[in-house]
C-alpha cells in the first residue's frame, strides 16, 4: 500500500497549528519546516479545509482547526488528502481474464482480504489525535523524555487527553 507524502505533510501542519495557537501558522511557515513549496502546502490546506478540519482566512491569514485537536484523529486526516477506496489504492489489471479460474477470482478473493487491511488501518489511525502527538511534542521538547517512553506510557495507562495532571515522575514510572 502506497500513502502519498500528502498524509504526513496534513499531520505537520494541523500539529503546527495545534502547537503554535497563539502563532498565525501560515502555509509558508509549514513550507519551510517540511522542506517543501508552500503551493504544496496550500493544496493540502484545501483538502482538509473540504475536509472540515481547517479553517483559512484570507487576507489576515489566519488559520485554525476547526475542531479541538482532541477530536481530530489521524484517519480523519488521513481521508481528508487520501482515499479509503479499494479499487483507488490497490490497483487491479484490467486485463484479468476470466477463462483463467484465478484471473476470474483474484479481484474478489482479495477484495475481501484488503478491506480488512483497510478497515486495520482505520482502527489504528482512528486512536490517536493531534492532541496526542502534540502533548508528545511537548513532553519531548520540554521534558527531554523520549517519544518511545511517551508512547509506552500512554498505551500503558490507556492515555486520556487530559494532560493538566502530568508531569516527568508519572511518565517515566
Not at 493544496?43 to 482532541?70: C, F, H, M, W
Not at 489504492?89 to 477470482?105: A, D, Q, Y
Amino acid at each position: 500500500m502506497r500513502v502519498s507524502t500528502q498524509f504526513p505533510i496534513a499531520v505537520h501542519a494541523l500539529l503546527m497549528i495545534a502547537y503554535f495557537p497563539n502563532i498565525r501558522v501560515t502555509s509558508d511557515m509549514v513550507a519551510e519546516s517540511v522542506g517543501k513549496n508552500p503551493v504544496i502546502i496550500r493544496n493540502v490546506y484545501k483538502k482538509l479545509k473540504d475536509a472540515d478540519l481547517l479553517t483559512v482566512q484570507r487576507g489576515v491569514g489566519t488559520t485554525e482547526l476547526i475542531r479541538p485537536a482532541s477530536k481530530i484523529t489521524l484517519w480523519d486526516i488521513y481521508k481528508a488528502v487520501e482515499t479509503d477506496q479499494i479499487d483507488e489504492i490497490f490497483k487491479f489489471p484490467e486485463t484479468l481474464s476470466g477463462v483463467c479460474t484465478v484471473g476470474g477470482s483474484i479481484r474478489e478473493l482479495l477484495t475481501i482480504h484488503l478491506q480488512e487491511a483497510i478497515d486495520e488501518l482505520k482502527n489504528a489511525l482512528s486512536k490517536t489525535t493531534v492532541e496526542e502527538l502534540r502533548f508528545e511534542i511537548e513532553a519531548h521538547n520540554e521534558k527531554e523524555i523520549d517519544f518511545p517512553a511517551i508512547v509506552e506510557w500512554y498505551k500503558k495507562n490507556n492515555f486520556d487527553t487530559s494532560f493538566e495532571d502530568l508531569d516527568k515522575d508519572t511518565i517515566e514510572e
